[in-house]
């Protein structure tokens, strides 16, 4: 039986994970991690019997070792809890599935300590790329993607020779605003961009996929994972968000996985290491389909998406800061601090104001996202 770990287990795709592990009985959990919703973390932790739990939040570390005394498990918090969990010795694989940078240190650990690592993580690749994949190969450690867009990637290239890759055809579903302008943007509410179409995702990556910040840093993690070049990644917009992305080779033959909008595919595929098992849930029905559509996307009015393909190409520490300011703008824009379009101003700013750095380590990739969050502080937070 195969042991995991899982960081962010209460979030969209912990809580998905943990429903694969219900329904297969194949794999063991070793630990969770959770920001600050102990309520559900409790319940996790008297199912699943980790070995040990962490709690970004150390007040309510300390609660929940009140609450579960009864029980034989480790409760800690903050970075500790991350850490430990993706090192957490019975684990054969690290399900990396927090949101933001808080990712890399834990990814890292992880690798190092040879986990197999199923990433959710995007934000990872995002700004550590080099880092991550250049560790993963020294130490022999697999990347099983669990983003859909991805996973589909992943899947369309097996037994396929990646040296035959013509594009990559990264699907998005243009989100709840497809087709709208910027004036009729002018006026979102944090209610209008919590309405994904399609996906039941958490509130952070619902407004990414709004803005399509979300497909421009899927864009810079398929660099990454598939080790191609921004020329060789075409974003598509398939609003139906059944064809979850293809992959064009030299002769002209496109391969794609396609399947209804349910995370679990994407997440069972990773826990099997790429493998195939049953899995219940609804089917397609061509006939009731009728039609996939597609368009290209509007980078003029969802400029989050060009703005994320310039940083790419920048390299360097330019995706970090992208990356951050996104993370920051969005925050805000959660709390009704900003308007919806702030966002993307509020990442060109950030942009616009800070020098690329090359070939950044990790506390240069640290450095850049304080950095970007103080020069945002002063120029925005008012």
């Known amino acids: ?26 794999f063991r959990v070793s630990a969770l991690t959770a920001g600050s919703n102990i309520d559900l973390l409790e319940k996790q932790m008297r199912e699943f019997q980790p070995a040990l ?44 599935a927090v949101v933001g940078m808080i990712g890399i240190r834990p990814t890292l650990t992880a690798i190092e300590s040879g986990k197999d690592i199923a990433l ?4 990872t690749l995002v700004t550590a790329g080099h880092l991550v994949m250049q560790a993963a190969r020294e130490k022999g450690v697999r990347i099983f993607p669990v983003d859909s867009e991805h996973s589909a990637i992943f899947q369309s290239l097996k037994r396929e020779d990646h040296s035959k890759i013509s594009r990559i055809l990264l699907t998005a579903s243009g989100g709840p ?41 899927e864009v810079i993690e398929a660099k990454w994972l598939f080790d191609v070049t921004f020329d060789e990644i075409e974003v598509v917009v398939q609003p ?9 080779f030299v002769d002209g033959g496109i391969i794609a996985q396609l399947g209804t909008p349910d995370m679990k595919l994407p ?18 029905n061509f006939a009731a389909l009728k039609q996939i559509t597609f368009e290209a996307p509007d980078m003029d009015t969802f400029r989050g998406l060009a703005l994320g393909y310039e940083a790419g190409r920048k390299g360097g520490s330019v995706p970090t800061v992208f990356n951050a ?51 945002l502080e002063s120029r925005w937070n008012h």
Request: overall charge negative; cysteine-free.
């Open 240 to 248: 139906q968000s059944i064809i979850h992305s293809m992959v064009e």
């Open 177 to 217: 605003f497809r087709g709208r302008t910027l004036e009729e943007l002018a006026d979102v509410k944090v209610e209008d961009a919590l309405k994904h179409p399609n996906w039941s995702m958490g509130a952070k990556i619902t407004i990414d996929s709004s803005t399509m910040v979300n497909k421009a840093l």
């Open 267 to 284: 997440i069972q595929y990773a826990l099997y290491e790429a493998e195939r098992n049953v899995m219940p849930g609804d089917r397609l």
């Open 120 to 123: 959710a993580n995007k934000e």
């Open 325 to 375: 300011a996104n993370e920051w703008a969005v925050a805000r824009f959660l709390d009704r601090k900003i308007g919806y379009l702030d966002i993307i101003r509020i990442i060109e700013d950030a942009l616009s104001h800070h020098d690329r750095m090359d070939h950044p380590d990790l506390d240069t990739i640290l450095a850049a996202e304080a950095e970007t969050y103080s020069y």
């Open 53 to 96: 739990v962490g709690v970004m939040d150390p007040d309510k570390a300390e609660q929940l070792r009140q609450r579960t005394s009864d029980l034989n498990i480790t409760v800690l918090s903050g970075m500790e809890g991350l850490l430990a969990a993706a090192a957490e010795p019975s684990a054969d694989m690290v399900v990396t």
């Open 1 to 26: 039986m195969k042991t995991i770990s899982i960081l962010g287990s209460t979030g969209s795709i912990g809580t998905q994970t943990l429903e694969v592990v219900r329904h297969t009985g194949d």
